[in-house]
């Protein structure tokens, strides 16, 4: 309890209202220190000074977007972001439910009915009229200046340690997308950005869908990155969950592109911020 008690006094301070009666470090969050408070609560604290912005205009898009979405998403109701890092923070209540990892997503029987809820969720999300809702402008995401910066980075940190033929197959993943006018044919939408496994949550005991996390990554961008993370349940679910989003049909170039690119993605993070076990896992099928 002691190494929580500067987070607990940072919301105290603010919410001297809020007994904290148990508190639990959840130490998975890369960019932020998680404490579950009463069992009830989540409290995250950016470990970054670039966290912090981000962590604030996060706030932002959650309470803008409440009314909009189909699924439980986080509802910042605490929140403290003139404090500096250690003590800046957004709070909300935990959403029920277990991640849709792989093996609780092959115990679903009615996976039509998981892609429903899905395809519903992220066509909600992409339709999210964002810049009318917030007041100040959104990054952009996806550009071609970012992917080529992007893979200038891979080239330059990750290549080193990579076989020869990891590295001609990375290339030709990349070079032969790049200079695509089609790669950049989207109109930007609000994504989620990190649409990954361990941030869809589900109630294992009905298969249903119980809420969305994580949109620490949350920018306009393209529709198809979203996609792209739920190839993880297979090809034919996402064809599924595409009878529900049926725009998703145009994305299929795009989404096999960015899906090759998500385990480097992990690798550039674990160099970049010197977290050893991101860069092995990212690096695992590379070396």
């Not at 960019?31 to 009463?38: F, P, Q």
């Not at 200079?179 to 930007?188: A, K, T």
């Not at 993370?229 to 096999?256: D, K």
Request: glycine share 8%; aromatic share 14%.
């Amino acid at each position: 309890m002691e190494e929580m008690r500067p987070f607990i006094q940072a919301i105290q301070a603010i919410y001297p209202e809020l007994a904290v009666e148990t508190a639990v470090f959840n130490q998975e969050g890369q960019y932020n220190t998680v404490l579950i408070v009463n069992d009830a609560l989540i409290f995250r604290f950016p470990r970054y000074e670039g966290g912090l912005e981000q962590l604030a205009l996060e706030s932002k898009i959650l309470t803008a977007v409440q009314p909009h979405l189909p699924l439980p998403v986080p509802d910042p109701i605490y929140q403290q972001f003139a404090a500096p890092v250690g003590e800046a923070f957004m709070g909300y209540r935990r959403i029920p439910g277990e991640p849709l990892y792989p093996p609780a997503f092959h115990k679903i029987v009615d996976k039509v009915a998981l892609a429903a809820q899905i395809g519903r969720f992220l066509q909600a999300l992409h339709s999210v009229p964002i810049r009318d809702l917030i007041d100040e402008p959104l990054p952009v995401s996806d550009t071609e200046e970012e992917w080529w910066d992007v893979y200038g980075r891979i080239q330059t940190k990750l290549f080193p340690y990579m076989r020869l033929d990891a590295c001609q197959q990375v290339a030709h993943h990349f070079e032969s997308v790049l200079d695509d006018p089609e790669q950049y044919n989207f109109e930007p939408v609000l994504r989620h950005g990190d649409f990954g496994t361990g941030n869809l949550l589900h109630t294992p005991q009905t298969g249903q869908m119980s809420g969305i996390i994580d949109f620490g990554f949350t920018v306009l961008g393209d529709p198809a990155f979203d996609v792209a993370g739920l190839l993880t349940y297979g090809e034919p679910f996402v064809q599924e969950v595409a009878r529900h989003y049926p725009a998703i049909a145009q994305f299929w170039p795009r989404i096999w592109f960015y899906r090759g690119t998500f385990a480097l993605f992990e690798a550039l993070y674990g160099i970049e911020n010197g977290d050893d076990e991101a860069f092995q896992r990212g690096m695992a099928h590379y070396v």
